[in-house]
């Protein structure tokens, strides 16, 4: 085999002076070409660009016949060339004309060559087109001079980014690198949002491709993975990894990786070939991608992630900070694509210019997805590889109803969306108009509707939305978003805050319900079979007394003067009730000896979202000042559905006789006995469910905000007497637990309830 003049790294000099020349698009491509085929001993090398409508098209050719070019074109998938970009594999051949996948185009003329070499033209993970070389003999092509084409389509490929070559390709298509995307995903957060991509954490930028001294960029390659492999040992090491959202199974999965032979071997190999280390790395990682966007398997699509996250410490290393593309300039209309991303990094960006939010994970009950929604910000998770399918500056779309993102929509489907948020703007203006209309059915039944919060920013939506105060304050979020346990000085400030904000609105607070879901990251996590079911809310609380009390406490000073509402939640008997409520007492009295100010009134409240309650309503009502039912731990304890296992958690109706029929017996029974029952669960937001509740004898509901407006659309055009005969009609008769949801829905068409 005749080895290549000068070799891959006087080809490499040889393009970047050709990239440097000031000449158009077609005439650097055919340069490039005829560069490629000369040092590579090859009569053909041919330029395939991957076109905005999934096509292949010939952009430029050495060799194969010159008529063809712009003219022959191929789908993904049809022939070699179209073999290559659907799996983004090299493929090396010496007799192509005997592969199945051979398919054979007239106008090139490339029927008397038989060696053939293709590489995909990747750019973070996405494939550009296809570079290819052939042969007439029947030659076999070594790895030496297929890694050296992968290397040289590396250079092309930043051609095709640059956008040079867009002005070659037709204008109804454009090339793939402006593709549309849609993408499915989970919704988060509800809302419609349009703007322009930024990555959460953004990319290296690589300025230098081809090296000046190849010895010199091995040794910067050595060093810098010998200082990756030093910096998570001592990651290891320290411990606290949960602090950085890092498990110690991903990190020992780094350090697997950062001493894996394979992986240190190829990147040395591009650096042979010509190209800085930090192009090297980029050039493997881009493989790496390639095959992650292609990998269904979840376990081994996680392990190239954690390659594709250790790539990118390495690039850190090798570029500096300096490269990484600014963060400060955030765009107006910004819409956030990230793998991951903790609650507090989101509450670090300027709200006013975000759009929505694109995550690669995060599912519906992850911390950023609750900070989502309080922020009112569009978004949606579990879409597969948005960081990679996504530059910069693109065009994107979030439809967080819907869970659908749309990556440089084409104009056809932008309008469609616009007028969604259009319409659903002007929907939120109606709500809006009813703020200030008193919350009353039409046969005059006063109903109260209160807001579930958590953090300082729902605190206005009280004022926008004109909801009567906070009936649920989730107190655990203020521990979940933070890196460290808040201090009770923290937590006094929290909700000295929220009174503020509140001004003459009451505010129930809920003690810490942690455990189950809701994990805090410095906390020990203790291994449990059954979290749902095990050491979570009241029962971490009184077992570690000294973390209930330092929050009742906070919560008795930032109310001093006022009126403080207080639940507990998870309670299962009365006597964890009491043994609560002596807590408060002592921390009451140990104030008061102490000359502080105490509540104006304090009122003490059981969370019912245990089942066991059911049958003690009589003895807690007695006890308590008020209950408030958390719908969404009973349902998921009435029926035995993990809430979080999506396989199950929508199974059973709560429109069903026998939710409903343990909400009538509260309803009922507190009210016999004078003690004041809200629920303050999802369905209490959902207007079907929250007219069904008013059937049942609710007159006190809490919710999220942005379903007060809904929620009272609906009860404006309510008669709850009709409803209520209706459902006691029909809960008597009802069949063997079978939904009473169409029947409530018919009820509400017809007499023109919006539900
Ligand atoms: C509930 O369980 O319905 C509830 C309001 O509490 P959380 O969703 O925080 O568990
Ligand atoms: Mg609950």
């Given at each position: ?133 052939q042969n007439r003999t029947y030659r076999v092509y ?516 026998p939710m409903l029929r343990a909400l009538k017996l ?90």
């Amino acid at each position: 085999m005749p080895s290549a003049p000068g070799g891959p790294r006087l080809l490499l000099r040889r393009l970047r002076e050709i990239m440097a020349e000031p000449v158009g698009a077609q005439d650097r491509l055919d340069k490039i070409v005829r560069q490629i085929a000369a040092n590579m001993v090859a009569e053909v090398c041919s330029v395939y660009v991957m076109r905005g409508d999934g096509v292949l098209e010939l952009f430029a050719t050495e060799g194969l016949n010159r008529e063809a070019v712009h003219l022959t074109v191929m789908r993904s998938g049809e022939g070699l060339v179209g073999l290559i970009a659907s799996t983004a594999e090299p493929l090396a051949l010496s007799d192509a004309q005997s592969h199945p996948s051979f398919s054979y185009k007239p106008e090139t003329g490339e029927e008397i060559y038989h060696a053939f070499l293709g590489v995909p033209l990747l750019r973070a993970g996405n494939t550009l087109g296809v570079l290819v070389v052939q042969n007439r003999t029947y030659r076999v092509y070594t790895e030496e001079e297929v890694e050296a084409l992968q290397t040289t389509a590396m250079v092309v490929s930043e051609m095709l980014a640059a956008g040079e070559l867009q002005a070659l390709a037709p204008v109804e298509t454009g090339i793939a690198l402006r593709r549309p995307v849609y993408q499915k995903g989970t919704a988060l957060a509800d809302g419609v949002g349009l703007g322009y991509v930024v990555l959460h954490e953004p990319r290296v930028v690589i300025k230098n491709l081809i090296a000046e001294n190849v010895e010199a960029e091995l040794q910067r390659l050595d060093k810098a993975i010998g200082e990756v492999r030093v910096s998570i040992d001592e990651l290891i090491e320290r411990g606290d990894v949960a602090h950085h959202g890092e498990h110690r199974e991903v990190l020992e999965t780094f350090r697997m990786f950062a001493h894996d032979q394979g992986w240190l071997r190829r990147m040395r190999e591009a650096v042979a070939s010509g190209l800085t280390a930090e192009a090297a790395v980029e050039r493997v990682q881009s493989d790496n991608r390639a095959r992650m966007l292609r990998q269904t398997d979840p376990y081994l699509r996680e392990r190239l992630h954690d390659l594709d996250d250790l790539a990118n410490r390495l690039l850190f290393r090798l570029v500096g900070r300096d490269m990484v593309a600014e963060r400060s300039s955030l765009p107006d209309n910004a819409i956030i694509v990230a793998r991951s991303m903790g609650p507090a990094a989101l509450l670090d960006y300027d709200r006013s210019r975000l759009r929505g939010l694109v995550l690669e994970e995060g599912g519906p009950t992850s911390h950023i997805a609750i900070v989502a929604r309080a922020l009112g910000i569009p978004a949606v998770g579990e879409v597969s590889n948005a960081t990679s399918l996504t530059e910069p500056g693109d065009a994107i779309i979030v439809d967080g109803a819907a869970g659908e993102v749309q990556i440089r929509p084409n104009a056809d489907v932008e309008a469609a969306y616009a007028e969604k948020a259009r319409l659903r703007a002007k929907r939120q203006e109606q709500y809006q108009k009813l703020r200030n209309v008193p919350s009353v059915t039409k046969d005059g039944v006063e109903i109260t509707l209160q807001l579930n919060a958590g953090l300082l920013v729902d605190l206005p939506h009280l004022s926008e939305t004109g909801a009567a105060g906070v009936g649920l304050f989730r107190t655990e979020l203020q521990f979940m978003i933070a890196e460290r346990m808040p201090s009770a000085s923290d937590q006094q400030a929290l909700y000295s805050a929220v009174f503020a904000e509140a001004g003459d609105r009451p505010v129930t607070f809920r003690t810490l319900d942690i455990g189950g879901d809701k994990i805090l990251p410095y906390m020990q996590a203790v291994e449990e079979e059954n979290p749902a079911l095990g050491w979570r809310a009241i029962r971490i609380g009184l077992d570690r007394p000294g973390l209930l009390r330092a929050q009742v406490r906070a919560l008795l000073k930032a109310a001093a003067g006022r009126p403080l509402k207080i639940m507990f939640p998870m309670v299962a008997t009365c006597d964890e009730f009491e043994r609560a409520r002596t807590i408060v007492e002592r921390e009451k009295s140990y104030l008061s000896h102490h000359g502080h100010a105490l509540p104006s009134d304090l009122k003490l409240g059981v969370m019912l979202e245990v089942p066991s309650l059911l049958f003690q309503l009589k003895e807690i009502c007695e006890r308590a000042d008020f209950i408030s039912i958390g719908s969404n731990d009973l349902m998921q304890f009435l029926f035995a559905i993990d809430r979080e296992n999506r396989r199950v958690a929508d199974r059973f109706d709560p429109l069903s006789a026998p939710m409903l029929r343990a909400l009538k017996l509260v309803a009922e029974q507190a009210q016999a006995l004078g003690c004041q029952v809200t629920l303050c669960g999802e369905i209490g937001g959902r207007p079907l469910e929250a007219m069904t509740l008013l059937g049942l004898g609710f007159r006190s509901l809490s919710m999220s905000p942005a379903s007060i407006g809904p929620v009272k659309a609906m009860l404006l055009a309510l008669d709850v007497a009709e409803l209520s005969a209706f459902l006691h009609d029909e809960l008597e008769n009802a069949g063997s637990g079978d939904t009473l949801r169409p029947k409530l829905a018919q009820f509400a068409e017809s007499r023109g309830i919006p539900v």
